[in-house]
């Protein structure tokens, strides 16, 4: 069996259960291993650590084609950034391993780390180590990131609650049609721009939390909003009900899946690399959130009884299907 | 200029200074930023974390033919224990970063798996996260890792003071011994396992901590002693004097060079991946700590004023000159 066979998610079950096997008892302090977007461990009695990793693979992730090598460095922080503020934390520290082809001119690795820098800068997060190898193929860039949140204010994958408003920050899909803007060669600034450039969702997140709306379940839409609620209903053990007609896009991503003849949904569910924020929370506060985003959150669903994620059309439901990205 | 032409070491100097320029000030609560074995930040009152990352690339680190997948794993995590130990620290927790070739089949992530968790029992060490992508050429493992000390006890890179004992732990030139007889087909049980399962002398750091030796300067030897012990005069500003002749190694890394027509030297002194601790003290704190290790502690030379290295021969300087490893 190799890994195309087994799929990215069953090899990460796969893995989990031999680390769970093989370390048996679990330490007092680890509050969330693997299977959210970071792990997450006691500090003192006032904070928990959290931290999380992510890599960007040259010609999978990226290609010089479509990417400079500032936007590079800027998303390979900003993919981890994102993933700390679905955790509800503040980032607070970067480490930078670096796999680079020897014929690789420094310039271009000093463009990368403008990249890495300005994005460090921008979320007060510091880079305060790593590591440099050669690589005898691509260029390989994985950053860690940890950071830090009161433990009654951590937001988990597994926490939706049946009844519970799903929600999303800002636009889906758009990263999707920059890229699809790329390839066919058209400018769209905004839609290439949010594809090369994301914006983690930090401000968001502290916005809820200073607010102090308790976010039952929390997650950042990278694979796709798709797959990305699977995981939700998944660890919660839940199922949900989306809207598709309220998902919210942006007037240049409708008129990109009207050039191109993609269907929108194919973007605004299975699109991945948005980074937006998928949360679920009480009406009750949901109302409250809202006051604090106008247009910049919407609610798309509600969190149901049962196992499946059911797709709605105008009142009624659809036969829709879409997988979020896979490596394998 | 490209990567090859300006070095390892001046790339990181060259991006160490692209950060101190982008960062401007740097956090209060930043104790080791770039340019020791691992990043240091304030955590609470008593104690500090301290995080690292390391990679190993296929091709690159290791080859299919000489380390077993479950070598790989051992070693990814090991490494990175290593740096753990050179700052007097304990580990506490690891996140994997893995890029894999899609055609990879499942046993072989198992077996990698395998021998991560063996090194993470064996020194307690929880895997609590981390990532998987494709990889369209190597497979490439970054393991960062977390854990603490109490501030007071951490061992710099840069504390080195003139007069200080030079020590190390255990043997030198054994796992480039292993390496060599592994290229030509030849075994040597205890070299190759020192090449292919590094042990990281965490257990040597406890029991200096735990008597109490204060240990002004230290460094895991991964790129090889004359390469190492340069970083840490560089960093304290000290220069060194080293006796050649007392240098320790194994009967069979000794047998190994004379069969090989190898100089011994090239290896003791030049060769990597030994992953002992290179450590400076005061010649009373050597004292202490000798009657700790008996023969697995080696006083190989002393911290000098000036900036040389010399390398000394049956009590006279020689003109020796070995670089460590270097990625470009």
């Known amino acids: 069996m190799n890994l195309r066979e087994i799929g990215e998610f069953g090899l990460i079950e796969r893995i989990d259960r031999m680390i769970a096997r093989g370390q048996r008892s679990l330490p007092n302090d680890l509050i969330i291993g693997i299977g959210d977007d970071a792990a997450v461990w006691k500090n003192d009695f006032h904070t928990v650590t959290v931290s999380t990793v992510d890599t960007l693979v040259e010609g999978i992730h990226f290609t010089r084609e479509f990417s400079s090598w500032q936007d590079v460095g800027w998303k390979a922080l900003a993919v981890n950034l994102s993933d700390v503020a679905a955790m509800g934390a503040d980032p607070r520290w970067a480490l930078v391993a670096l796999s680079l082809p020897d014929r690789m001119p420094f310039d271009d690795v000093r463009r990368l780390y403008q990249g890495l820098i300005a994005c460090a800068r921008?979320?007060?997060?510091?880079?305060?180590?790593?590591?440099?190898t050669k690589s005898p193929g691509s260029l390989?860039?994985?950053?860690?990131?940890?950071?830090?949140?009161?433990?009654?204010?951590?937001?988990?994958r597994d926490g939706a609650r049946i009844g519970d408003v799903i929600a999303v920050t800002g636009h889906l899909?758009?990263?999707?049609?920059?890229?699809?803007?790329?390839?066919?060669?058209?400018?769209?600034?905004?839609?290439?721009?949010?594809?090369?450039?994301?914006?983690?969702?930090l401000d968001a997140a502290r916005r809820l939390q200073k607010a102090g709306i308790t976010v039952h379940a929390a997650i950042d839409l990278?694979?796709?909003?798709?797959?990305?609620?699977?995981?939700?209903?998944?660890?919660?053990?839940?199922?949900?009900?989306?809207?598709?007609?309220?998902?919210p896009v942006t007037p240049s991503t409708v008129r990109l899946a009207r050039r191109f003849n993609v269907p929108l949904d194919r973007w605004s569910l299975g699109g991945g690399e948005d980074y937006e924020l998928l949360l679920t929370m009480t009406e009750k506060d949901f109302n409250?959130?809202?006051?604090?985003?106008?247009?910049?959150?919407?609610?798309?669903?509600?969190?149901?009884p049962g196992r499946d994620i059911r797709f709605y059309r105008n009142g009624r439901p659809t036969g829709i299907c879409i997988a979020g990205f896979r490596h394998f």
């Open 122 to 132: 921008r979320y007060r997060t510091h880079l305060v180590g790593g590591n440099i």
């Open 222 to 247: 990278s694979d796709g909003l798709a797959g990305d609620l699977r995981h939700v209903c998944k660890a919660s053990r839940t199922g949900a009900r989306v809207d598709l007609d309220v998902l």
């Open 140 to 156: 390989v860039v994985s950053v860690t990131v940890t950071g830090s949140v009161k433990p009654r204010r951590l937001w988990r």
């Open 173 to 201: 899909g758009e990263a999707a049609a920059g890229l699809a803007a790329l390839k066919k060669n058209t400018s769209v600034p905004s839609a290439v721009r949010r594809y090369r450039r994301p914006i983690p969702r």
């Open 288 to 304: 409250k959130a809202l006051k604090l985003f106008r247009k910049k959150l919407t609610p798309i669903g509600i969190v149901t």
